[in-house]
Structure formats: C-alpha cells, structure tokens
C-alpha cells in the first residue's frame, strides 16, 4: 500500500483544514487507517484511527476529541481528517498510517505502512 497525505497548510487559530490520504496498491478497504502528528522538537503522537469495516469504529486523542473527524471513502481509497477549532499546538506535521490492526495502528508501533507527511501551520 503506498500512501499519500496532502490537504496540510497554514491556516489562523480557530479555522479548519481537511487533511486526506489517498491510498493505493493493495485492497484498502481491508486496512484500519490512521493519523498521526509529530510536532517540531516532539515524539510522533497518534490523533485518530478508523476500522476497517463499513461504518467502522473510529478513535481519538484527547487532544482530537470533540475537533477533529476521521472518515474513510472506500470507493476513493481515501481517508480523511477534518479539523475545526484549529490551535497553535496543533502545528506539526500530519502523518496517515495504515495496518490490517485496528490496536496497532492506535499504538502507532510497527506499523505496516507509512504515508510522507504533509505540515499543519496554524497561527495564532
């Protein structure tokens, strides 16, 4: 699976951005999806996962609770982050992951695949 993050720009505290992570190779619709962040001079951090399954269970940091949405388009082979209430200490650089389990990619350890990244500004 190779995957492709984009959608990350600089945008002004309390505004909203919707990352994506077009996906392609193998069967996407078996892969529980995520995204991660890693902040400038800080350890990479899980934000949100989705299952695999149609209507699957979705999952969120503390942080991301309440602000961030994660969905999935299996028809795109595409999975989404959609972020309102933008805040400074959301800056860093947003990852999409992907694996066939849902517990691996919440720990964001061995993870099968990795997407490149694509970076999050937010002003204040």
């Known amino acids: 699976v190779q995957l492709q993050a984009s959608g990350g720009g600089l945008v002004q505290a309390g505004g909203s951005l919707t990352l994506s992570c077009a996906a392609s190779g193998r069967t996407f619709s078996s892969y529980c999806m995520g995204w991660f962040r890693q902040a400038p001079g800080k350890e990479r951090e899980f934000v949100a996962a989705v299952g695999w399954w149609s209507g699957g269970n979705t999952y969120y940091s503390d942080s991301a609770k309440g602000r961030f949405t994660i969905s999935r388009d299996s028809a795109k082979n595409t999975v989404y982050l959609q972020m309102n209430s933008l805040k400074p200490e959301d800056t860093a650089v947003y990852f999409c992951?992907?694996?066939?389990?849902?517990?691996?990619?919440?720990?964001?350890?061995?993870?099968?695949?990795w997407g490149q990244g694509t970076l999050v500004t937010v002003s204040s």
């Open positions: 992951a992907a694996d066939h389990s849902l517990s691996t990619i919440r720990s964001g350890t061995q993870v099968d695949y």
